[in-house]
């Protein structure tokens, strides 16, 4: 805006003119006294809905308010401590607010003054003329300690502050002002302009709802000297892979813009426009403009959630009593009823008090007790809703020492409350032939006694049962969930050892125990004809029965020369051991995540090294194992004669599974790229590929495409996607930050993933890799004492995350082995609704 005074400058610094226009006025703002006690009345009381007090009278200055506008101010403060003249950004920043200033909806509208004069923060007229302050200072010590004081009692009575790029060096010496801005600039940062891509993670904060999620733009970008991640909340990260960090880098989590209540009021702080071309652009006009609206009380917005504090982990379940699984059986799924109960399973694993039988002559081989239990919270106790007697407990594998069936996933009913129907995934103990080693896995439908409290072991109805071998371990998934069209989704391992493939594709086809292939996930996994390595997908009926829904992978109805044949309830193909799926009901897209083998390097000769594995899955597909990992990564071949002696790569575009354990086609579906793949080396590593695309596996050649995961010793455990209900009264509910992101975890929590991330929605159907990354792990808390071992996690009904920690052992459940909850304290948006400006929203 531009003003004529009325009032003697003499009393006042005068404002450089600035910029080459001669149109453009001299700028000079004057402000009254500071206190506390005048800020606190000029910010917070008013008299109608939070509006400011009206400006001084005109014979001080005249002002052309925009309409609508409430008499909302913005004061721009450009002083700096380097002597010369202002800088050609000041210019360019100044005038572009005052752009902003002047459009958008009438109610939204502010008037702008700016300033170079720091006396404007203790002069006797009052600061709280002023909705926000914005610091566009080329820093340096700008303010003298009565002028920091004025600012410092400004916020504390509500006041909004805006930083903008070197304004984190203003004030050096201030550490009140360094918690004003978040963090401060590391004495390395590149000087020179750079392109980069911003990940705008903070898709409901009115400083980026309207921005792309990947913003790619040239500025001049600041490394910190301490990363303020979890003290503030982060509305957008620069990615390092696309420009020269330099030195002091700080790595996949580069915080740039942020902001939080801070002292009483609002700070936002952005380390972009660094170059007066910043503000030509639309999108960063927009970032301001969302910035000015929050700090100026015109509009409110939520910058509490991804400070860690705000989150708070509590253990539901004490650890069990001695020789009894009165809490916690062996910790292996976990579901929410829709009135906030969760019923949760053990597998079959007992501890140390019970014995194990692993002598296949012993009728008993293999015995174990798979438990559901379900906490109240409510009354906050746990109770035994049943128990089925599995083939679970230790007993099998080649090592008779261990094996993963058991109860393995449990889902309700979408009619639960009406119907009390529970759907378990187990191995029953009594379906194993001790002659041939082979059991029977199932899915079945049981009914919740609401008036005992637990399964009626006599209703159930086996919806889906398939054969499986347990002469060698391992590999049984086990995840289960719902569309909202009422079909579902099965988990299946690939049934197959571990070993007898160097850790590579799981693809010899010698090992057998009476005929039976169990290291060759060809048989499994990449055969049409079996239901084991899939997600598999049906309707169940009220009958107890299922039909098949239309456009599963297959119909069932195929077959091939030779007699290939398929399974019409396969859904997805090439999976190796999905522990957790889920299904978003708002989209109906199937997430997913999947362990990898044991090589802990590529190799040149055989493929790539052990990949867990998470995919967005938008329709029926192959997944590649044991053909291809990662981004359509393939193995080598190996077969008869000599399964030590590589044959030619897999053609991920024309699998073909010419194994002659295979019951199924040959010619197979394509391979579907994965969105995440990680190993012991990083995440997401690719390679050069030569003239056939098969990559070089070289690990000097190697590059990480997804630099926010590592693995190591690490188990894939997929999680939901958050979906935020704004009617849900529980104020423990996460907020709606998270809304729309997918969470991926892994069993492990040294440097495995705890994330929360965000995907193309145009491409992540097809592989497309994440487009932001949010770690978890201060809000869903690692270590010994908190959630060591992630076994399972689901938002309840009341928003709130729960979370299995599997325990410190295996095959047992231990003092560690506990249902959490983890639920969010921060509270809502700011300003409170009743500190809007009048006519704001």
Same mark, same amino acid.
């Given at each position: ?101 002047? =459009?958008?909806?009438?109610? /939204? &509208?502010? *008037? #702008? !003054?700016?300033? $170079?004069? %720091?006396?404007?923060? @203790? ?11 914005v610091f566009l200072t080329g820093g340096g010590d700008v303010l003298d300690p009565e002028q920091e004081s004025g600012l410092e009692a400004y916020m504390k009575a509500g006041g909004g502050f805006v930083g903008i790029h070197d304004a984190a060096r203003a004030e050096p010496y201030s550490d009140w002002f360094t918690g ?8 390395? =940062?590149?000087?020179?302009? /750079? &392109?980069? *891509? #911003? !990940?705008?993670? $903070?898709? %409901?904060?009115?400083? @980026? ?82 910035a000015l609206l929050w700090t100026t009380r015109l509009a409110r917005a939520d910058c509490k959630a991804t400070i860690t504090g705000n989150y708070r982990a509590e253990r539901l379940t004490p650890a069990n009593q001695a020789g009894q699984n009165d809490q916690i059986g062996e910790p292996h799924g976990l579901v929410t ?120 072991l006599g209703s159930e109805k086996v919806l889906l049962k398939w054969p499986v071998q347990v002469h060698s371990c391992c590999h049984a998934g086990g995840g289960m969930a719902w569309d909202s069209k009422g079909n579902l989704y099965i988990a299946t391992g690939d049934n197959n050892s571990s070993g007898f493939s160097d ?339």
């Amino acid at each position: 805006m531009r003003f004529t005074s009325h009032h003697d400058p003499s009393h006042h610094k005068p404002v450089h003119p600035r910029g080459p226009s001669a149109t453009r006025g001299r700028r000079r703002v004057w402000a009254a006294s500071l206190t506390a006690a005048l800020v606190t009345a000029g910010l917070l009381s008013s008299p109608a809905a939070g509006a400011l007090p009206a400006p001084e009278p005109p014979t001080t200055m005249s002002i052309t308010s925009p309409p609508g506008s409430a008499d909302v101010r913005v004061l721009v403060f450009y002083g700096s401590a380097a002597p010369g003249e202002e800088s050609p950004v000041v210019d360019a920043g100044i005038a572009a607010i005052e752009r902003i200033g002047l =459009s958008g909806p009438a109610a /939204q &509208r502010f *008037t #702008v !003054e700016a300033t $170079d004069d %720091a006396s404007v923060f @203790t002069s006797e007229r009052r600061l709280s003329r002023f909705n926000s302050v914005v610091f566009l200072t080329g820093g340096g010590d700008v303010l003298d300690p009565e002028q920091e004081s004025g600012l410092e009692a400004y916020m504390k009575a509500g006041g909004g502050f805006v930083g903008i790029h070197d304004a984190a060096r203003a004030e050096p010496y201030s550490d009140w002002f360094t918690g004003l801005i978040g963090a401060r600039p590391a004495a390395s =940062s590149p000087s020179s302009v /750079q &392109r980069a *891509t #911003v !990940e705008v993670g $903070d898709r %409901a904060h009115p400083a @980026t709802k309207d921005l792309p999620v990947e913003w790619k733009r040239p500025d001049k970008w600041l490394n910190w000297a301490k990363n303020p991640s979890g003290e503030v909340h982060t509305v957008a990260r620069v990615r390092e892979s696309t420009y020269q960090p330099g030195q002091g880098a700080a790595g996949w989590d580069h915080p740039v813009s942020w902001c939080r209540d801070y002292s009483g009021g609002r700070s936002f702080y952005t380390a972009m426009g660094g170059t007066a071309s910043s503000y030509d652009e639309t999108d960063f006009r927009s970032h301001l403009r969302g910035a000015l609206l929050w700090t100026t009380r015109l509009a409110r917005a939520d910058c509490k959630a991804t400070i860690t504090g705000n989150y708070r982990a509590e253990r539901l379940t004490p650890a069990n009593q001695a020789g009894q699984n009165d809490q916690i059986g062996e910790p292996h799924g976990l579901v929410t009823a829709p009135d906030g109960r969760v019923f949760y399973i053990g597998r079959g694993g007992a501890d140390s008090s019970r014995p194990v039988v692993t002598d296949w002559n012993d009728p008993n081989v293999g015995k174990g007790t798979g438990q559901v239990h379900v906490y109240d919270p409510r009354t906050k106790k746990v109770s035994l809703a049943g128990e089925l007697t599995v083939f679970g407990n230790k007993g099998g594998g080649e090592e008779l020492v261990k094996v993963e069936e058991g109860l393995l996933g449990i889902e309700l009913d979408p009619g639960f409350a009406r119907n009390g129907w529970v759907y378990l995934h187990y191995t029953p103990h009594s379906g194993v032939d001790r002659n041939t080693r082979i059991a029977q896995r199932q899915v079945s439908r049981f009914t919740f006694d609401e008036a005992t409290g637990r399964l009626d072991l006599g209703s159930e109805k086996v919806l889906l049962k398939w054969p499986v071998q347990v002469h060698s371990c391992c590999h049984a998934g086990g995840g289960m969930a719902w569309d909202s069209k009422g079909n579902l989704y099965i988990a299946t391992g690939d049934n197959n050892s571990s070993g007898f493939s160097d850790g590579y594709s799981g693809n010899n086809p010698q090992p057998n125990y009476k005929g039976v292939s169990f290291a060759d996930a060809r048989r499994t996994a990449g055969n049409t004809n079996n239901l084991n390595g899939k997600i598999l997908r049906v309707h169940p009926e009220p009958d107890g029965s299922y039909t098949l829904p239309e456009g599963n992978l297959f119909t069932g109805k195929e077959t091939a020369e030779g007699g290939g044949k398929t399974r019409g309830e396969i859904y997805v193909m090439g999976v190796r051991n999905p522990a957790r799926i889920s299904v978003d009901k708002s989209t109906d897209v199937l997430y997913a995540g999947w362990v990898g083998p044991d090589a802990g390097a590529p190799s040149t000769t055989w493929g790539p090294a052990k990949y867990d594995t998470f995919a967005v899955i938008t329709k029926a597909s192959n997944r590649g194992w044991p053909y291809c990992m990662g981004n359509k990564q393939p193995y080598r071949d190996r077969n008869l004669p000599d399964p030590s002696k590589p044959l030619g790569w897999y053609d991920c575009d024309h699998p073909k599974n010419e194994s002659p354990n295979n019951d199924g086609l040959v010619n197979l579906p394509p391979v579907t790229g994965n969105n995440i793949w990680y190993s012991p080396q990083g995440g997401g590593p690719d390679f050069p590929r030569d003239a056939g695309g098969v990559p070089s596996y070289k690990q000097s050649e190697s590059t990480y495409k997804l630099p926010w995961l590592k693995g190591g010793g690490q188990a894939a455990m997929n999680g939901p996607v958050y979906r935020y209900d704004a009617a849900n009264p529980n104020e423990a509910k996460w907020p709606a930050y998270w809304d729309g992101k997918w969470f991926v975890g892994d069993f492990y929590d040294a440097d495995q993933p705890r994330n929360a991330v965000l995907t193309d929605p145009r491409t992540h159907g097809d592989g497309g890799l994440p487009v932001h990354s949010e770690s978890l792990k201060k809000i869903v808390p690692v270590g010994n004492d908190h959630i060591q071992n992630l076994m399972d996690w689901k938002f309840g009904p009341d928003g709130a995350l729960y979370v299995l920690d599997y325990g410190r052992g295996f095959f047992t459940s231990d003092a560690k082995s506990a249902l959490w909850r983890v639920t969010y304290t921060g509270g809502g948006p700011t300003p409170a609704a009743g500190q809007l400006v009048r006519g704001a929203e």
